[in-house]
C-alpha cells in the first residue's frame, strides 16, 4: 500500500481500555459479567487480606523489626484476579509486586514472615532481601531485583511448553518502567515470532519509582509498543477485579489454542511508595492520591458484589475479617522474628547442584576462622549445626 | 532440547548440531539477540528442558551478561534450590583467528570466571571438545563454553563415535616433565606444547596442564605439579592483567610458596584492546613462551 501523502501527524486514537463495573460497582459489560461468585468472593477476601498484611508489614519496616518492604496498595485486583483466571500450573515469573498471587494460591501468612524475616524457615533459606519470594510448589518463579530480567525468560518457558504441547502457560509481570528495559523488547519480539505460550502483564501503576509515566514513554503506553509486536494486545481496567479476570481467561483460552503469546495493560495506580526506600510525596501531589483513591479495587468488587446481593459477607462481618488478617499477620510475624537464621553452611550451600573444591575450603576456613574468634561475633541467632 | 542462536555460515559445526536436532524433532530457534538468546535459554532451562545457547562469537555475548551473571548464575541459590537452570549451556566461539580484531578475538573467559554459581569449560582440541561439551550439557549447573575458533578449520582428530564425557574440574596433564609446569587452556596448549619442544632442545623438560574447566577449577593438580617442579608458567591470549593467569598465579604461590625456585610468570596478551595489524606481535607466542622458560629456569 503506497500513498502519495506525506503525514506529519502523530498516531491516531489511543487503545481503549477494557471495564466490565463502574467506581460504584455498576455493570457496563454485560456480556463479561458471568464471572461465578465464588469466586469473586474469594478474590474479594483475598484482596482484603493482601491490604492487610501489606499494611502490618509495612508497619513492621518502619519499627525496625524487617529490613525492607514493598506494599501492592492500590494494585490488588492485578495481581489476585489475575491468579484467579490463571490455572495453578501456569508458571509466573514475577518482577516484585505481585505477591497477591502467591496469597491466592496458598502462600501462608507464616511463609511470609519467614522470608522477609530471613530465617531458617524460609524455603529460599534466608539468601534474599524480604519480598524476593519464591514457590515452587505454587509454580512462583524466585523474585530478583534487577528489572524485566524475567520478561525474556518467560517467553523461553512458554516456548518448551509449546514444544512439549502442555496446556499450561507461562505468565510474565513487570511495571510500566521495566517495558523500557532492553530485555522487554527481547521477550516480546521472541514470543511474537516464536510463538511462545507466554501471557505478558504490565501493572500500568503510572511510576517507576519517581518516575511519572508520561516521562517513561511518548507513545500511548505499553499496550502501543506491544501491538508494534505483532501480538494480541489489550488494555484492561487494572481496578476493576471483574475485568481484569475476564480479559485473563479470554487472553489464557486464546493462547493455548492458538499458540501465540498475549499481552495486557493494566492501567493502575500505585497508591503506596515504591517500596520503604521511598518517600513517594516528594515528587507526587496530595490531590493525585486522594483522586486515585476514589478507584479501589477493593471497594469497587465489593459494591458490586452488594449491589447483585452476591456478598457473602456484611460491613459488620468485613471489620472482623481485616481484624483476622492483621492479627494473623502480627502473630506470624512476631513468631518469624523470633526463628533463628539459617545455619552458617547455608552461605556455602546451593552455588551449584554439588559443593566444588573451592567451596568446601572456604566452609573450612570460615569455620576455624568463626572458631579462633568467637567472641568476636554475635553468632546466637544462627542455626547451629 | 532447545538449540539458539544464529545459522552461521562462518562455521561448519553449526550444520552438524542443526542436524542433530532437526533430526530429533527438537526445538531449532534463530534469533539475532544476545540478551534474548541467553534469557530465552535461562527460561527454558528453568523449567527442567534443555538449552543450548549459542552466541556467534564470545566477543558478541556482554548483552547477556546480566542474564548470565545476574539470573542464570544465582538462580539457584537465590530460591534455596526450588528452581535452577542447569539445562543451560551457553556456547561461543573464542580467542584469536589470525584477522579477527577486537570483534572476532576475544577470550573473555575471565569476566565469568568472577560470576559464583557460572563455570566456564574450554576444550583444547576435537576429543576433549565432544567429552567435555557433553558433560557441560548434561551438567546441571548453567556453563559457558568456549570453543578455539582458530581450530574449527584446521583441527583433526580420530574422536569417538560413541558417547562419552570428560570430567568437569579435572585438569589434565598433556605431557609430563621435571623442570618446569606450563598451565593453559584452549587453543595455547599448542603454543605451549611448540615452546616446551624448543626448550627440550636445551634439556628442559616441560609438563603441560590443561586446565580445561576455568572455573571453579583443579587446583590440586596444578599443585602437585608445581610442587615436583618448582617453576610455573601460566599462558593465555587473555589480557595479562586481572586474567585466569592473576588467579592462578596468587593460588599456587598460597598454597607452593616454599616449593617455589622462581616467581610464577604469566606470558598473556597485553592491556590492549585485541589488534589487528599487530596480531602477529600480540599474541603470546611459542618464542615468548620459550623465552619464560629459560628466565624462570635460570632464575
Same mark, same amino acid.
Given at each position: 500500500?503506497?500513498?502519495?501523502?506525506?503525514?506529519?501527524?502523530?498516531? @491516531?486514537?489511543?487503545?481503549?481500555?477494557?471495564?466490565?463495573?463502574?467506581?460504584?460497582?455498576?455493570?457496563?459489560?454485560?456480556?463479561?459479567? &458471568?464471572?461465578?461468585t465464588a469466586?469473586l468472593n474469594k478474590?474479594y477476601e483475598?484482596?482484603?487480606?493482601?491490604?492487610?498484611?501489606?499494611?502490618?508489614?509495612?508497619? %513492621?519496616?518502619? $519499627?525496625?523489626?524487617?529490613?525492607?518492604?514493598?506494599?501492592?496498595? =492500590?494494585?490488588?485486583?492485578?495481581?489476585?484476579?489475575?491468579?484467579? %483466571?490463571?490455572?495453578?500450573?501456569?508458571?509466573?515469573?514475577?518482577?516484585?509486586?505481585?505477591?497477591?498471587?502467591?496469597?491466592?494460591?496458598?502462600?501462608?501468612?507464616?511463609?511470609?514472615?519467614?522470608?522477609? %524475616?530471613?530465617?531458617?524457615?524460609?524455603?529460599?533459606?534466608?539468601?534474599?532481601?524480604?519480598?524476593?519470594?519464591?514457590?515452587?510448589?505454587? &509454580?512462583?518463579?524466585?523474585?530478583?531485583?534487577?528489572?524485566?530480567?524475567?520478561?525474556?525468560?518467560?517467553?523461553?518457558?512458554?516456548?518448551?511448553?509449546?514444544?512439549?504441547?502442555?496446556?499450561?502457560?507461562?505468565?510474565?509481570?513487570?511495571?510500566?518502567?521495566?517495558?523500557?528495559?532492553?530485555?522487554?523488547?527481547?521477550?516480546?519480539?521472541?514470543?511474537?515470532?516464536? =510463538?511462545?505460550?507466554?501471557?505478558?502483564?504490565?501493572?500500568?501503576?503510572?511510576?517507576?519509582?519517581?518516575?511519572?509515566?508520561?516521562?517513561?514513554?511518548?507513545?500511548?503506553?505499553?499496550?502501543? #509498543?506491544?501491538?508494534?509486536? !505483532?501480538?494480541?494486545?489489550?488494555?484492561?481496567? =487494572? /481496578?476493576?477485579?471483574? *475485568?481484569?479476570?475476564?480479559?485473563?481467561?479470554?487472553?489464557?483460552?486464546?493462547?493455548?489454542?492458538?499458540?501465540? +503469546? *498475549?499481552?495486557?495493560?493494566?492501567?493502575?495506580?500505585?497508591?503506596?511508595?515504591?517500596?520503604?526506600?521511598?518517600?513517594?510525596?516528594?515528587?507526587?501531589?496530595?490531590?493525585?492520591?486522594?483522586?486515585?483513591?476514589?478507584? &479501589?479495587?477493593?471497594?469497587?468488587?465489593g459494591?458490586?458484589l452488594k449491589?447483585?446481593k452476591y456478598r457473602e459477607i456484611d460491613?459488620?462481618s468485613d471489620?472482623?475479617l481485616?481484624?483476622?488478617?492483621?492479627?494473623?499477620?502480627? #502473630?506470624?510475624?512476631? @513468631?518469624?522474628?523470633?526463628?533463628?537464621?539459617?545455619?552458617?553452611?547455608?552461605?556455602?550451600?546451593?552455588?551449584?547442584?554439588?559443593?566444588?573444591?573451592?567451596?568446601?575450603?572456604?566452609? #573450612?576456613?570460615?569455620?576455624?576462622?568463626?572458631?579462633?574468634?568467637?567472641?568476636?561475633? /554475635?553468632?546466637?541467632?544462627?542455626? $547451629?549445626? | 532440547?532447545?538449540?539458539?542462536?544464529?545459522?552461521?555460515?562462518?562455521?561448519?559445526?553449526?550444520?552438524?548440531?542443526?542436524?542433530?536436532?532437526?533430526?530429533?524433532?527438537?526445538?531449532?530457534?534463530?534469533?539475532?539477540?544476545?540478551? =534474548?538468546?541467553?534469557?530465552?535459554?535461562?527460561?527454558?532451562?528453568?523449567?527442567?528442558?534443555?538449552?543450548?545457547?549459542?552466541?556467534?562469537?564470545?566477543?558478541?555475548?556482554?548483552?547477556?551478561?546480566?542474564?548470565?551473571?545476574?539470573?542464570?548464575?544465582?538462580?539457584?541459590?537465590?530460591?534455596?534450590?526450588?528452581?535452577?537452570?542447569?539445562?543451560?549451556?551457553?556456547?561461543? +566461539?573464542?580467542? *584469536?583467528?589470525?584477522?579477527?580484531?577486537?570483534?572476532?578475538?576475544?577470550?573473555?573467559?575471565?569476566?565469568?570466571?568472577?560470576?559464583? !554459581?557460572?563455570?566456564?569449560?574450554? +576444550?583444547?582440541?576435537?576429543?576433549?571438545?565432544?567429552?567435555?561439551?557433553?558433560?557441560?550439557?548434561?551438567?546441571?549447573?548453567?556453563?559457558?563454553?568456549?570453543?578455539?575458533?582458530?581450530?574449527?578449520?584446521?583441527?583433526?582428530?580420530?574422536?569417538?563415535?560413541?558417547?562419552?564425557?570428560?570430567?568437569?574440574?579435572?585438569?589434565?596433564?598433556?605431557?609430563?616433565?621435571?623442570?618446569?609446569?606450563?598451565?593453559?587452556?584452549?587453543?595455547?596448549?599448542?603454543?605451549?606444547?611448540? %615452546?616446551?619442544?624448543?626448550?627440550?632442545?636445551?634439556?628442559?623438560?616441560?609438563?603441560?596442564?590443561?586446565?580445561?574447566?576455568?572455573?571453579?577449577?583443579?587446583?590440586?593438580?596444578?599443585?602437585?605439579?608445581?610442587?615436583?617442579?618448582?617453576?610455573?608458567?601460566?599462558?593465555?591470549?587473555?589480557?595479562?592483567?586481572?586474567?585466569?593467569?592473576?588467579?592462578?598465579?596468587?593460588?599456587?604461590?598460597?598454597?607452593?610458596?616454599?616449593?617455589?625456585?622462581?616467581?610464577?610468570?604469566?606470558?598473556? !596478551?597485553?592491556?590492549?584492546?585485541?589488534?589487528?595489524?599487530?596480531?602477529?606481535?600480540?599474541?603470546?607466542?611459542?618464542?615468548?613462551?620459550?623465552?619464560?622458560?629459560?628466565?624462570?629456569?635460570?632464575?
Amino acid at each position: 500500500i503506497y500513498t502519495s501523502k506525506l503525514n506529519f501527524d502523530s498516531v @491516531s486514537e489511543k487503545i481503549p481500555t477494557f471495564r466490565v463495573i463502574e467506581l460504584k460497582g455498576k455493570v457496563i459489560a454485560k456480556k463479561y459479567d &458471568n464471572t461465578d461468585t465464588a469466586t469473586l468472593n474469594k478474590i474479594y477476601e483475598k484482596m482484603v487480606q493482601l491490604e492487610e498484611m501489606d499494611m502490618i508489614l509495612l508497619q %513492621a519496616q518502619r $519499627q525496625g523489626r524487617i529490613s525492607f518492604y514493598m506494599t501492592a496498595l =492500590g494494585e490488588q485486583a492485578c495481581t489476585v484476579a489475575v491468579a484467579a %483466571a490463571l490455572n495453578d500450573i501456569d508458571l509466573i515469573y514475577p518482577q516484585y509486586r505481585e505477591h497477591g498471587c502467591l496469597i491466592w494460591r496458598g502462600f501462608t501468612i507464616d511463609e511470609f514472615a519467614h522470608q522477609c %524475616a530471613s530465617n531458617s524457615r524460609d524455603p529460599a533459606k534466608g539468601r534474599q532481601m524480604p519480598v524476593h519470594y519464591t514457590s515452587s510448589k505454587l &509454580n512462583f518463579v524466585c523474585v530478583s531485583s534487577p528489572l524485566t530480567t524475567q520478561v525474556p525468560q518467560a517467553s523461553g518457558a512458554g516456548y518448551t511448553f509449546k514444544l512439549q504441547e502442555l496446556d499450561r502457560i507461562a505468565v510474565a509481570f513487570f511495571g510500566e518502567g521495566a517495558s523500557s528495559e532492553g530485555d522487554f523488547h527481547s521477550g516480546m519480539n521472541f514470543a511474537a515470532t516464536l =510463538g511462545c505460550q507466554t501471557l505478558f502483564l504490565c501493572r500500568n501503576n503510572k511510576y517507576a519509582i519517581s518516575t511519572p509515566s508520561d516521562e517513561q514513554f511518548k507513545g500511548d503506553g505499553v499496550a502501543s #509498543k506491544s501491538q508494534g509486536y !505483532g501480538m494480541l494486545t489489550i488494555r484492561c481496567d =487494572g /481496578n476493576d477485579a471483574i *475485568a481484569v479476570y475476564q480479559a485473563v481467561k479470554n487472553a489464557r483460552e486464546y493462547i493455548v489454542k492458538n499458540k501465540k +503469546p *498475549a499481552f495486557i495493560e493494566f492501567m493502575t495506580y500505585r497508591q503506596g511508595d515504591h517500596s520503604t526506600s521511598d518517600h513517594s510525596i516528594l515528587y507526587r501531589e496530595e490531590e493525585e492520591l486522594k483522586s486515585w483513591a476514589q478507584n &479501589n479495587p477493593i471497594t469497587r468488587l465489593g459494591l458490586y458484589l452488594k449491589k447483585k446481593k452476591y456478598r457473602e459477607i456484611d460491613e459488620e462481618s468485613d471489620k472482623e475479617l481485616r481484624k483476622k488478617y492483621r492479627q494473623e499477620t502480627i #502473630k506470624a510475624l512476631k @513468631s518469624a522474628i523470633e526463628e533463628k537464621k539459617p545455619g552458617i553452611h547455608e552461605l556455602f550451600n546451593d552455588v551449584y547442584d554439588r559443593q566444588t573444591d573451592n567451596l568446601e575450603e572456604q566452609t #573450612k576456613q570460615l569455620r576455624e576462622h568463626l572458631d579462633k574468634y568467637q567472641g568476636k561475633y /554475635n553468632l546466637k541467632n544462627f542455626e $547451629q549445626l | 532440547v532447545c538449540q539458539i542462536g544464529r545459522y552461521f555460515f562462518f562455521f561448519q559445526a553449526e550444520d552438524g548440531i542443526r542436524d542433530f536436532c532437526l533430526s530429533r524433532g527438537l526445538g531449532d530457534v534463530y534469533k539475532r539477540q544476545e540478551q =534474548g538468546i541467553a534469557a530465552f535459554g535461562i527460561g527454558i532451562a528453568s523449567v527442567g528442558a534443555t538449552a543450548i545457547a549459542e552466541i556467534q562469537f564470545a566477543d558478541y555475548i556482554y548483552p547477556a551478561f546480566d542474564q548470565l551473571v545476574n539470573e542464570a548464575a544465582k538462580y539457584r541459590y537465590r530460591s534455596g534450590n526450588q528452581f535452577s537452570v542447569g539445562g543451560l549451556t551457553v556456547r561461543a +566461539p573464542y580467542g *584469536a583467528v589470525g584477522h579477527g580484531g577486537h570483534y572476532h578475538s576475544q577470550s573473555p573467559e575471565a569476566f565469568f570466571s568472577h560470576a559464583p !554459581g557460572l563455570k566456564v569449560v574450554i +576444550p583444547r582440541d576435537c576429543i576433549q571438545a565432544k567429552g567435555l561439551l557433553l558433560a557441560s550439557i548434561r551438567d546441571k549447573n548453567p556453563v559457558i563454553f568456549l570453543e578455539p575458533k582458530a581450530l574449527y578449520r584446521n583441527a583433526e582428530d580420530e574422536v569417538p563415535t560413541e558417547d562419552y564425557e570428560l570430567a568437569l574440574h579435572k585438569a589434565e596433564v598433556v605431557q609430563e616433565g621435571k623442570d618446569i609446569t606450563l598451565i593453559g587452556y584452549g587453543t595455547q596448549i599448542r603454543v605451549l606444547k611448540e %615452546a616446551a619442544k624448543e626448550a627440550e632442545q636445551d634439556g628442559i623438560k616441560c609438563e603441560i596442564i590443561d586446565l580445561q574447566t576455568i572455573y571453579p577449577y583443579d587446583i590440586e593438580t596444578l599443585v602437585e605439579s608445581v610442587k615436583k617442579t618448582g617453576r610455573c608458567i601460566v599462558s593465555h591470549e587473555a589480557p595479562v592483567t586481572m586474567g585466569v593467569g592473576a588467579e592462578i598465579s596468587a593460588a599456587l604461590q598460597e598454597k607452593c610458596f616454599l616449593y617455589l625456585e622462581a616467581p610464577i610468570t604469566r606470558v598473556c !596478551g597485553y592491556d590492549t584492546p585485541f589488534p589487528l595489524a599487530h596480531e602477529l606481535v600480540y599474541l603470546p607466542d611459542k618464542w615468548k613462551v620459550y623465552d619464560a622458560i629459560q628466565k624462570t629456569v635460570n632464575y
